[in-house]
T-cell receptor
Framework: DAGVIQSPRHEVTEMGQEVTLRCKPI?????LFWYRQTMMRGLELLIY????????DSGMPEDRFSAKMPNASFSTLKIQPSEPRDSAVYFC?????????????FGPGTRLTVT | QQPVQSPQAVILREGEDAVINCSSS?????VHWYRQKHGEAPVFLMI?????EQKGHEKISASFNEKKQQSSLYLTASQLSYSGTYFC??????????????FGQGTILTVHP
């Protein structure tokens, strides 16, 4: 399998612009997670889905952030409008409920820079 | 609340051992350990479940003390490839919340030849 795929890998945008990050989970996985990583706050869970349904979005920082999972093979994280403090690496991860290890497979991440 | 890891950083020579600790102020149901190399994504190491089960697929061991709400990761006979940042994540009570991880701030491990 190709692993979790994220796009773009790097995104530079100006404050106020809309940003959309994309994720394709591993085929057959039924959980999808969005994380944000910064030096100050570390690795934070933003939202996660089970079978395409959002289970917990308590980590989403503000209403400017939204996430969707229209089908089992695609998810988006949108920031509108973006602000400089949103600059971070955003990871998408997926897992399969049937494994005993509950291992989450992380994608390569999207490095977002908001100027 | 974020679990607390100690030490924040450790420097080893190849072949030396290290212990990384993870403490939580909340009851622990599961502890997940990940390693992240610079510029890369975190990679799963192992999970410890309430009740003593330990599941992983690398030659790294760990302990889980429910009473003390602590977990420790043991790296023995370290290799250069062990270098990276180690994160512990505490999971929910079960069901769909097992994967709801709250990560510690990380421990930077550097192994020198």
């Amino acid at each position: 399998d190709a692993g979790v795929i994220q796009s773009p890998r790097h995104e530079v945008t100006e404050m106020g612009q809309e940003v959309t990050l994309r994720c394709k989970p591993i085929s057959g996985h039924d959980y999808l997670f969005w994380y944000r990583q910064t030096m100050m706050r570390g690795l934070e869970l933003l939202i996660y889905f089970n079978n395409n349904v959002p289970i917990d979005d308590s980590g989403m920082p503000e209403d400017r952030f939204s996430a969707k999972m229209p089908n089992a093979s695609f998810s988006t994280l949108k920031i509108q409008p973006s602000e400089p403090r949103d600059s971070a690496v955003y990871f998408c991860a997926s897992s399969f409920d049937g494994t005993p290890t509950y291992e989450q497979y992380f994608g390569p991440g999207t490095r977002l820079t908001v100027t | 609340q974020q679990p607390v890891q100690s030490p924040q950083a450790v420097i080893l020579r190849e072949g030396e051992d290290a212990v990384i600790n993870c403490s939580s102020s909340k009851a622990l149901y599961s502890v997940h350990w990940y390693r992240q190399k610079h510029g890369e994504a975190p990679v799963f190491l192992m999970i410890l479940l309430k009740g003593g089960e330990q599941k992983g697929h690398e030659k790294i061991s760990a302990s889980f003390n429910e009473k003390k709400q602590q977990s420790s990761l043991y790296l023995t006979a370290s290799q250069l490839s062990y270098s990276g940042t180690y994160f512990c994540g505490t999971g929910g009570a079960g069901g769909t919340s097992y994967g709801k991880l709250t990560f510690g701030q990380g421990t930077i491990l550097t192994v020198h030849p």
